[in-house]
């Protein structure tokens, strides 16, 4: 007699309401074994003889009830720091749990925030803010993705069979404080496990302590993840958010082009004289790329646009703006403005006009 | 490795025309009956004691079992009558939910659901797919013990171990 171990990973529907409800299907031997409830029965026929006769074969049979052995994992899915800016909301961790039991179980689910300071999944550093608003969520359209208004909430997973396992996200907010590049905040998601067999969720489980009893008895036999102990019926996992912000450093300069006495020749700024200004932007390196920048700037009183001469992204050559940006643009009610390309970290981009001294 | 242990208890005993004699087995508290022949089964686990600082263990009635436990299935029997049992043959199925752990190579089984019962270490395994090799002790289905002759009022046990699938 052979016995196949099949590790089987199941897709399940979802159901309405708060619960996730999974969808088993059978195999002969799961994870964690034989499943609870099996009545192991050692049966014995004995035949003999006596002297000569044969007898009639005598029997015996004893019985033992296995019991409930409760293994999970949860794992996170991510391969590295979910990259967030400032203010972003709803943002993703996403994790897997697995049921390896040998029954069906019910799973609470708690998301927690680590402590500043607290060692991070990814790193390089420590925990140092939090995120707000967080929530866990199911995969509700088992895509592998966080989907806002489509993946329901959720606080316990219901009815998840032997070796059945599913999807996770730990959703949240950045929330609208001073953050820098490479700031770190630790998320941890962890499962407990709680009775199946009815709906709604089931009562946590506790293992049995002392004699067996006539019910399936519980033994812990997990490990130990994030946050919790082998053998305690619980496992956690944590994952980061690391923000990458672009951060911008504006620079106004200016430069006499000509005045109607010395042309170009060391000009002089007298009325008639045309002044070149430039706004200079900068984004720091390594950090994110900035996009849709917006340049407003205002003409002084005692001067005059001169028209068409905006220049929009031009670069900047040993902190002096070079003659290289493109025409484009807009002056409206003494304000000049343009809208600059993507500016990524390290980089800087112009806004370059001429205006002429009353 | 011997699975017989042998006790002398004279008992007086009557023959009688019996179906089946059905004993509770010790995973069971409960009385045996004093029959010409008298057999019963139990399943034992290993459990471990601590006592003083040093750890020993113990085979107890099994309790608690879950999957990757190791079980002692015992067979004890004892010949209640005033002549010898002869030919006296023992056979268990190796339960579903368990697999052989351990076994003897000179002990009798079958491999093919009761089909042959051979010494295991000529046991030959035939898969799904046809292909044979030597016999494993999981590819045990029924174990089978034959002794001989039992004196009367000798009592003895036979057992083998396995493991909670």
Not at chain 1, 146 to 161: I, K, M, R
Not at chain 1, 178 to 186: F, K, P, R
Not at chain 2, 3 to 9: R, S
Request: aromatic share 6%; with cysteine; glycine share 8%.
């Amino acid at each position: 007699m052979t016995r196949q171990t099949c590790s089987v990973r199941r897709r399940l529907v979802l159901f309405a309401g708060t619960a996730l409800a999974a969808l088993a299907i059978s195999t002969p031997a799961y994870a964690e074994g034989t499943a609870a409830g099996t009545v192991i029965t050692n049966n014995v026929t004995v035949d003999y003889r006596v002297g000569s006769v044969q007898q009639t074969p005598a029997t015996a049979s004893a019985q033992v009830t296995v019991d409930r052995k409760v293994n999970l994992t949860v794992t996170r899915e991510d391969t590295s720091a979910v990259i967030v800016s400032p203010l972003q909301q709803r943002v993703a961790t996403t994790f897997r749990l697995v049921n390896l039991s040998n029954d069906t179980l019910d799973f609470v689910l708690a998301a927690t925030q680590l402590a500043t300071g607290s060692a991070t999944a990814f790193g390089p550093g420590t925990d140092v803010f939090d995120v707000a608003d967080v929530g866990v969520f199911q995969d509700t359209n088992s895509n592998n993705i966080y989907d806002e208004g489509v993946d329901t909430p959720v606080t316990f997973v219901d009815e998840l069979a032997a070796d059945g396992e599913l999807i996770l996200f730990v959703v949240a907010n950045v929330p609208d404080i001073v953050l820098a590049t490479g700031d770190i905040a630790t998320v941890r998601l962890t499962a407990t496990a709680a009775g199946g067999g009815a709906a709604g969720q089931g009562t946590v489980l506790t293992e049995t302590t002392g004699a067996n009893t006539d019910q399936v008895d519980t033994v812990f036999a997990d490990g130990s993840g994030s946050g919790d102990a082998d053998n305690d019926g619980m496992f956690g996992a944590i994952s980061d958010y690391r923000v990458s912000r672009a951060t911008l450093t504006v620079t106004k300069s200016s430069t006499v082009i000509s005045d109607p006495v010395n042309s170009t020749t060391n000009p002089k700024i007298i009325p008639g004289a045309i002044v070149s200004f430039c706004v200079a932007i900068s984004n720091a390196a390594g950090g994110a790329t900035a996009s849709g920048l917006t340049v407003n700037a205002q003409i002084d009183s005692d001067m005059d646009f001169v028209p068409d001469s905006i220049r929009l992204n031009g670069s900047v050559s040993s902190g002096s703006c070079n003659d290289d940006g493109t025409a484009g643009g807009s002056f409206n009610a003494g304000v000049v403005s343009g809208t600059l390309g993507d500016l990524g970290p390290g980089n800087a981009l112009t806004l370059v006009y001429r205006a002429e001294v009353k | 490795m011997t699975h017989f242990a042998i006790a002398l208890i004279a008992r007086k005993a009557k023959l009688a025309a019996y179906a089946a004699l059905a004993f509770a087995g010790f995973a069971y508290a409960g009385p045996a009956f004093a029959e010409p022949v008298s057999i019963a089964s139990s399943i034992l686990i290993e459990r471990q004691f601590t006592e003083g600082g040093t750890t020993r263990s113990e085979w107890v009635v099994a309790d608690k079992v879950v999957p990757g436990d190791i079980l002692r299935f015992v067979f004890r029997y004892q010949n209640h009558e005033d002549t010898a049992l002869n030919d006296f043959v023992i056979n268990s199925p190796v339960p579903e939910a368990v697999k052989v752990r351990s076994i003897d190579p000179e002990q009798i089984v079958s491999v093919d659901n009761a089909k042959s019962f051979v010494r295991f270490d000529q046991a030959i395994f035939s898969d799904a797919d046809g292909s044979t090799k030597a016999a494993l002790p999981e590819h045990i289905t029924h174990v089978r013990w034959i002794i001989n002759s039992i004196n009367s009022g000798e009592s003895g046990s036979v057992y083998y171990v396995a493991t909670v699938r």
